[in-house]
Structure formats: C-alpha cells, structure tokens
C-alpha cells in the first residue's frame, strides 16, 4: 500500500482561539452567514494519509546532505576562494576532478509511467421519431433476407461442386460459428443498456471507445454500403442471365467479348435499380418494412420449392441431360443435339455441334482432334437423391482460370497439344479456384447479422429483440446452408455444380432446376429476395453513419447527421447511394465480395473483443440480461475473426486494417475527445493500476532513469500562464516520453476559489495542447503560495509515478517586495527539492528560449559541470538534443580546474568519461587560479549586506524600502574604491529621504536610550562577512569565466549551488545565483538530486 506523509504548517491568527458561538447548527445553516472559522493548532500539523491511488511510494527520506540543523558556518571547510560558493555541498557532491580520478558504480532512483486520458462530457443525443417495431419484423425478418440472399440462389451450388461436400460444409461450419459467437458477444453488449441509434457502431463505441468504435464504425458502414452494391448486383446478374438474357442493352460481337459486355449491362441497370431503390428509401422505412413481408414469402416459397424439389428426386428424378465430351462438359447454347451426326431423309447428315468443332458442316471436313479422337454422351445432371452421386461430390476440384469443367471417371482419349480451345462450346472456369477463395466468397453470405441491430433506433425493446431475433436467425440460415451443402452434393452431379451459369443447361439457374414444381419459383423468389436484402442494406446503412455524424467523433462527417424532420438520415442516404455506386461501377460479384468479407470481419472481431474486455474487467456496470455469454466464447470469436480475414485474402486484411488505423488516428488526434465509460479506458486502469504496483516493488535501474518533470507555473490576475515558454522547454525535454506534471498554485481558499483554479486548469490544458505537452494538470488553491508549492512538491504523482524533478523559472522581478512569486518562496522551494531529494531544473530568462516551431541551424549547447550531482548536467543536453529545435546543436563540456590538479590529465579522464556514457561533446578544462579579491568584489558584497541590513531594521512599506535601497546605492557606487569599513559620520536622520510617523520620531529620540536597537549608523559601518566575500568572489569569477567562453552559446547549462544553511542569509543566496548568471542570454540551472543518473554500463 502507498503511504506519504504530507506536512503542513499549522494555520494560526489572531482570530483562532475565538469562542464557537453558541445555540447549535442552527445559526450556520446559511452558508453565506457562515462566518470562517479557522482551524487552531498548537503545533504543526503532521498529516497522515493513507490514500493508495492518490499519494506515492511513502518510503522515508534520509536526511538531506544539503541542509543542516545548525546555524554554524564551516567557513575553513575549503581554504581556496574559487570553489566557495559550492562548500556547503562539497560532502555529498564531489569537485568533477575529485569524481574523474575514480569513476564508480551508480546508484538507481525511482521513476514511474502513467498514461494521461482527458475527461469530457458526452453531448445529449437527440431523440429520433421513428416507427417502433417488435423482434419479427425489426430484427427476425432482416437478418433472415440478408443471409439468405444472393449467395444461396447465385453461388452455393458453385462453392459445394468446387470445395466438395467435405470442404464446403467446413467453410459453412466456420463461418456460421463465427457469427453465433458474434452474435452471444453482441446479445451480451446489447442487453448491457439501452441501444439507441447505430446498433452494432454504439455498442463498439461505447465498450471500446470513440477512437475505435469510430473506425470499426466507418470501416462497417463501407461494408454495409457494399453489401447493397453487391445484392444489386446479384439482382441484376438473376434479370440477365435467367429471366430475360434479351434485356441486355449491349450486345458483344463476338464470344470473347461476351464477359465485357455483361460488365457493362450490369453498370447501366444496376445504377438505375440503385437509383429506384435509394428513392423508396428515401419516401420512408415504413415502405421498407412493408415490402420487407412480400420478399420474406418470396424467399420462404424459394426454400420450400428447394427442399421439395429434393425430396422428389427421390423417386422422380427429373429429366435434365448434360452433354460431355469425353470427359469435358459442353455448353448447349448454340446445340440442340448432344451428337456428331443424326438420321435425316434415310441417311446422317452433321449435327450443329459438327459445325462448331469443325470448318465446315461436311463429313470430310477438318476437326478438332480432341472431337475427332473421343465420343459425345448425355448424362443426367440431376440424378437424384438416391443415385449415390454423393460419394462422388465429396472431395474438392479447384482449378485455375479458363481451366475445363471435367467430369471425374469419364471416359477420355487425351491428345498431344490442344490447338485451340477458345471458341469451342466447352463450360470454362471463369477465375481461378481454391480454398480461401471460396472463403471469401461465401463469407458475406452470413453477414447479414447486423441487419437487426443496425436499425436498433426503430425497436420497440432493442434488449430484448436484438438478441432473440437475431440468434434465431442465425439457428434458422445455417441449417438451411448446412442442409443444402448436403442436399445439393447429393441431388446433383459434380459437373453442374461447377457450372457457375448453367451454360450446360441451356443458360438456366442451377439450383432453380432443382426445386419443384417450376425452376421459376427459384428464380423469382431469389430476385425478390435480392432487392429486399439490397433495400435492407440501404436502409441500414445511413442510419449507421448518421449515428457516427451525431456522435461529432469525426468533425468532417457532421453535416451527415441531418435529416428530415422525422429523423430520415437525407444526406448520409445520398454518400450511401454515392459509394454503392462505386461497387456497382466494379461490377463483379466475385470482386465485390472479399471487399465485404474484410469490413464485416474486423466489425466482428471487435464485438468479440468488447465483450471479451467487458467480462474481464468486471467493471460493475457490466450487468448484462442475456446470461449466455462468457469471455472465452468471445476470445474464440475473435480469433476465428482474425483467421478468417487472413485466410479469405491477407493483403485485403492488411488494406482493410490500415483503413481502420488511419481512421483511427484521425479521431485521437481531430476528433472530438469523449468519455463514455468503454472498455479499453477501464482497461487501461487495470494495466495502470497493475504497473503502480509493480513500480511500488522497488526502485528501477539508473539506466530507465528519465526526468519526470513537475512544471512549476505562476499565473497571472487572470489565471493565464505567465511564461509559456517554460511549457515549450518541457516539451522539448521531454518529447512526449515519462511523466510530466504541470502545477500552479492559487492564493486563497477553494470555496472561494474553486471557479478560478476551475478557469485556470482550462487555461493551462489549453496551452499544454498548443505547445503538444502531453501531461498532467494539477492545480492546488493554497493559504499562501509558499504552502501551495510545498503541497504539490511533496503530493503531486501517484504511487511510484512520483515526479523527480521539478522546472521552474527564475524569479526576474525577486528584489521587488510586492512580487508574487518572491525570493522567500524561491529558495524554500529550492529547500523543498532538496529535501525531498529531487532534482531542480531553474530557467533564467525563460521568455527568450525558442518555441517548439523554431529550429536552430547552428549554435552550441555548453554544460559547465562545476560539481558532480548525479550525471544529470550530462543528461539534459542529450534529451535536448533529440528535438527537432535543438537537434542541430553542438554539445561543449567545459569543468573547472584548481591550482593542483593536473588540467591535461583531467580533460583525458573527462573525454574517456563521456565515451563510456555514449555522448558526444567536445571537452575543455578551464584553469582558475588563486587570486586576490577584487575591489568589485568587496563593493558588490557590501551593497548586498547593506541593503539586507536596511531592509531588516527599517519597517517601512514596500515603496520606502525600493526608495531607501536605491539611496544607498547611488551613494556607494559614486566610488570605486575598496571599502573595507566606513568612518565617515552618518547623516542626520531629517537628510534622509523618508517618511516619518510619530512611532518612528518616539523611536529615534530613544535610540541612545534602547541598546538592542541599532541606528543608520551600523549600516554604513558594516564589515562584509568573509564568507560572503568568498562566495562573492566564487560568483564573479566564475561568471567572468563563462561568458568568455559561453557568451555566444544557445543555451548554458550550470550547476546551481545550493542554498545556505544559515536562513539568514537567503537573500544574499539570491544576489549570488543573479551575479553567477550576469551577461547570459538562456541560463538552465540544475540542481541534482544527490542520485546518479547515468551509467558507464550496459
């Protein structure tokens, strides 16, 4: 369990003792009549809370080398004068030099990942007006019209004389598994809450989320959409080749051309049947549903007809003959007779077959040699149910395109070398065969499981009828085709079945041959059945984008949203017409099919896994009615998804795939962001809550070291962040990778301040999205804002992803009382940091760093690693350097030497050094050497203690004390002289520019009278401190040494000293960082956090 002691100061007035008014609650009931009543506390508060998902890893900190318990100054801790301001600091963070004569082992600091998602409320969905139907008519007879459509009538018997029996009841068995495990997974969803509008989209998008219930969505409505082209098609295909062959518009002059010319005539009737059909849409569902009875009875009669047509081949086989030759099976277009010759007048004359073999219609005339060497045979093509043909229909015959349709045992004289075959009345292959093929053809078939929950906006009870009507569907469709598969490999011969058009039946439907009492039953059963299902599709369809339009995922699509006034989606009714347009352009079948297969399949997959994600998370809304359901049943559908997009066409699953990604991609990045509870949030929760705790095992290894950054921001009167700059830098810094925290503090009380910080967090996510910050916000209302920042330093992070490093800027204005942001709070921060052992990054002059736009073309990132604090200075420039704003920076390593160390020596470690490390910089040892304090020196440090002094002893209001500090500094600067002490007589008190109260003339008249009081005198006879000298020294000669290296450099990255032990002296702690930083354009500086950072190993 996490565990964190936050420690707050206790809150004391001189209003905290008060007596609680008396007469009970009574009085407190308004709470504008509430009167504050603050809390009291003797002691410091020590608060202890025991929040796991809120608060971190809670293991005790050790005592920070850098801040001791005492007042005591070791100012003989370093005899030499360069180093002074860093002596504090020498126990814990050795000299570079000290570190480069023994490179060791490095410790490990904790760090930690979360993943941000961003809440929004979901915009209230309007509801439609539309027809309210029960289980029958809304989902049973929709479902039943899709999957019983073209495929049934059009291509079964041609997949079964293909496949075989075997293989095509395997086909069937998988594909019809496939959708009842999709559709116990959608029955599960679907009773899960209300379904409106959008069936199988919402429940996608509201188990998985916006991103991927958008692309499944869309990926769905495509397939929806050609699904219509593809039963247009199959309408149209019927009308030319079995019910008027006439009808065709253009006619080809020749048999190759044939082909072409059918393409063509189904692009002009199937865009005028399109046309039709999109206008009875259009005039309402109503008429839909109405028509939807007629064609139901069309295809009820057509199934009946098929089953008694097989049940009187039993006893009465019907007369349909075939003619093969040899063994290969003619087509009886342009014959009558299946014979070479026959008897007229008393004699034999040729056969119209003769002609079409041979050159002319002569006994002597030359023919094909495969006609010459084999003999013609009739063979009936229905036998019947009890001929036993069974057997022979068993196994598979794939072939390749163009291939002959041969019959298996047949008789057959083989010849050299066919001379030509194209021409001849023989029944050809039309595309290559083989198992996955047929897979994909057959597979849109079984698709029409949807058609019910598409149109769930128009149910009575879309819990109740969706599942109900929809399984029952599915029971009912598959033992039709898995009863058919058998019946038609045992009524019919192999050769018929491969016969895609019936060439060797004179041009008539297979399976129409089949059924009793008249082939014409089938064929005008299947038509109707055709146009419902394509009307079924064209209704489905833009109710389905007009839900993903609603829901303003996609910003583009929004305009297909509207309707008319009763709901009728018009403009997604006019894409839907557009797009099946381009499907009937295509105007194969076989072609169209596959495209189909893929969208439904992936649609599926994730209605599996919705499910599957649902039932493991156990999320407590999960409460579906339908109790038939169990994750690995969705885990199973799933995978035979999966198997069957790759096995009907892999680069169709790929393109198909890469769609849905791109999609994808669209809506997370332009989309609108929405909340609605899915599945893959919860599931993100569960791997985050599992990776917390992992993290909480322990510390990760130096080398998965990141800085994870708390941005410390301050805002202005209205709440808008003052240095957006400092967001850039994190961005830059970061890249998108680890954890960032971006805080603020507000001064007050969060009951009157709660709309503020609320306006204030907008703001600052507003920015973070403008300079790509990805990242979290956390905004503390605080007593003070020196609190405030201590709260969110020791709070701010969950578990083990707890920030370790803190970015702040640099407090320009700190010599100015009325600042927010002052000194004070400035260095207690820079205590906070340190205690709590994290690293402190401090931007000076943070407005002029670049935006993540700006690009620099040349320049220099130079480090001056002056102690060693972790490897961190090494770092930064290397993170940097991954941006594009920084990545055509040089990296320059410059560290300091002292009188007795070796420079040579020290500069041949530091280059091995960074070779272990994998960094790239080029390295130069400066040389400072002793010598004496300037007069500059001495000058800087008495203003510094002279306007300390001043300001402790004089209470005057904030203008005196600026008014008072400038006096004194335009008297001293008049000389350039050393000052060691001044004798000169004080000026009188009536000289002195300011304002006196009576308070302040009583104190001065008696100030020979009160010993602990000192006059103006004491501050022009002040001796600086010598450790002050020292660190004055430190800070002016580094400075003078890195602006003759640095002056022109992008960026200069410095260790940063810390602040000292002795409080009293912070606000010469600030004199010293402002005088270390003088003359530079963009200053980081980093502070580390006492942890090794870097490694030398793998």
Known sequence: MSQRFVVTPAARGAGDAGPIPEGGGSQFLDPAAAPETPRVDALPILRYCREPSRYGDGNPRENSPFISHTDVDQESFLEGKNMALFEEEMDSNPMVSSLLNNLANYTNLSQGVVEHEEHEEDSKRREVKSPRMGTFIGVYLPCLQNILGVILFLRLTWIVGTAGVLESFLIVSMCCTCTMLTAISMSAIATNGVVPAGGSYYMISRSLGPEFGGAVGLCFYLGTTFAGAMYILGTIEIFLTYISPSAAIIQAETAEGEAAAMLHNMRVYGTCTLALMATVVFVGVKYVNKLALVFLACVVLSILAIYAGVIKTAFDPPDIPVCLLGNRTLSRRGFDVCAKFHAANNGTVPTALWGLFCNTSMPNATCDEYFTQNNLTEIQGIPGVASGVLLDNLWSTYADKGALVERKGSLSVSVPEESRTSGLPYVLTDIMTYFTVLVGIYFPSVTGIMAGSNRSGDLRDAQK?????????????SFIYLSCIVLFGACIEGVVLRDKFGEALQGKLVIGMLAWPSPWVIVIGSFFSTCGAGLQSLTGAPRLLQAIARDGIIPFLQVFGHGKANGEPTWALLLTALICETGILIASLDSVAPILSMFFLMC??????ACAVQTLLRTPNWRPRFRYYHWALSFLGMSLCLALMFICSWYYALIA??????????????????????????????????????????????????????????????????????????????????????????????????????????????????EKTKGFCQLVVSSNLRDGMSHLIQSAGLGGMKHNTVLMAWPESWKQEDNTFSWKNFVETVRDTTAAQQALLVAKNVDLFPQNQERFSDGDIDVWWVVHDGGLLMLLPFLLRQHKVWRKCRMRIFTVAQVDDNSIQMKKDLQVFLYHLRISAEVEVVEMVESDISAFTYEKTLLMEQRSQMLKQMQLSKTEQEREAQLIHDRNTASHSVVVTRTQAPSTPDKVQMTWTKEKLIAEKYKNKEPGVSGFKDL?????????????????????????????????????????RNRQGDENYMEFLEVLTEGLDRVLLVRGSGREVVTIYS
């Open 657 to 770: 795939m890469l769609i849905a990604g791109c999609i994808y991609k669209y809506i997370e990045y332009r989309g609108a962001e929405k909340e609605w509870g899915d599945g893959i949030r919860g599931l993100s929760l569960n791997a985050a809550h599992y990776a917390l705790l992992r993290v909480e095992h322990g510390p990760p290894h130096t080398k998965n070291w990141r800085p994870q950054v708390l941005v410390m921001l301050s805002l202005d009167e209205e709440q808008r962040v003052k240095h957006p700059r400092l967001l850039s830098l994190t961005a830059q810094l970061k890249a998108g990778k680890g954890l960032t925290i971006v805080g603020s503090v507000l001064e007050g009380t969060y009951l009157d301040k709660h709309v503020e910080a609320q306006r204030a967090e907008e703001n600052i996510r507003s920015l973070m999205g403008v």
């Open 604 to 609: 599926y997959m994730f209605v599996n896994l």
């Open 1020 to 1060: 022009f006879s002040l001796k600086p401190n010598q450790s002050n000298v020292r660190r004055m020294h430190t800070a002016v000669k580094l400075n003078g040494v890195v602006l003759s290296r640095s002056r022109g450099a992008q960026l200069v990255l410095l260790n940063m000293p810390g602040p000292p």
């Open 465 to 477: 009828s969706i599942p109900t009507g929809t399984i029952l569907a599915i029971v009912t469709t």
